[in-house]
């Protein structure tokens, strides 16, 4: 596709269950970036992925938060067993990342409210 | 943390041009300045960025002082619809650094741009 495209939009859930939030970046990114935004704060930085591989991991809030990356491409954030703090904008975000050409761009987010 | 500093808000009258301030006195050399925007309800939206020199595109004009240690965005002509919050970030684009090239968000400012 053209830009960063997350699934689903909107997600409610009870606190408790599992779920699983999906970006495909654009096509040929390597880079793919996960941050949170919690109501009225900033973008939180989750993890990076460079191609399959995740060398920095150092935002994710808990164990029960863990992501995934395939193909090089979809990359999937799951949480486990959902509390109420969970609640927030989840973004995923691409770049090219060859030194020269690396401007991030985003997705539109995955709405994520734990009742 | 981030590492730089906006005020949190502004106004500016439609027609008119938008002058967003940052300060960044901390800038390493491997550092460029990002802008970003971040409009009601939506992921953050690419605007410009530069390293040392000034910088044009479409949207907006970003000029950087020549000791780097602030820069401005300058929207020429600002409309309803640049109402957003919008953040300015220092990112280490070395492939081989640690912080990955990701970007820290800090609080932004928050213009309103008012008929």
């Known amino acids: 596709g053209a830009g960063v495209s997350q699934s689903p939009s909107n997600k409610v859930t009870e606190k408790g269950k599992d779920v699983e939030l999906r970006c495909d970046p654009i096509?040929?990114?390597?880079?793919l970036y996960w941050y949170r935004q919690s109501l009225g704060q900033g973008l939180e930085f989750l993890i990076y992925f460079q191609g399959n591989s995740a060398p920095d991991k150092s935002g994710l809030p808990s164990d029960r938060f863990s992501a995934e990356r395939t193909g090089g491409s979809v990359s999937t954030l799951t949480i486990q067993r959902t509390q109420q703090e969970d609640s927030a904008v989840y973004l995923c975000?691409?770049?090219?990342?060859?030194?020269?050409?690396?401007?991030?761009?985003f997705g539109e987010g995955s709405w994520l409210t734990v009742v | 943390d981030a590492k730089t500093t906006q005020p949190p808000s502004m106004d500016c009258a439609e027609g008119r041009a938008a002058n967003l301030p940052c300060n960044h006195s901390?800038?390493?050399?491997?550092?460029?300045v990002y802008w970003y925007r971040q409009i009601h309800s939506q992921g953050p939206q690419y605007i410009i960025h530069?390293?040392?020199n000034n910088e044009t595109n479409e949207m907006a004009s970003l000029i950087i002082t020549e000791d780097r240690k602030s820069s401005t965005l300058i929207l020429p002509h600002a409309t309803l619809r640049d109402t957003a919050v919008y953040y300015c970030i220092v990112r280490d684009i070395n492939a081989g650094g640690t912080s990955y090239g990701k970007l820290t968000f800090g609080q932004g400012t928050i213009l309103t741009v008012h008929p």
């Open positions: 975000a691409s770049s090219l990342w060859t030194g020269i050409e690396n401007t991030i761009y």
């Open positions: 901390t800038i390493s050399g491997n550092e460029y």
């Open positions: 096509s040929g990114h390597t880079a």
């Open positions: 530069g390293l040392k």
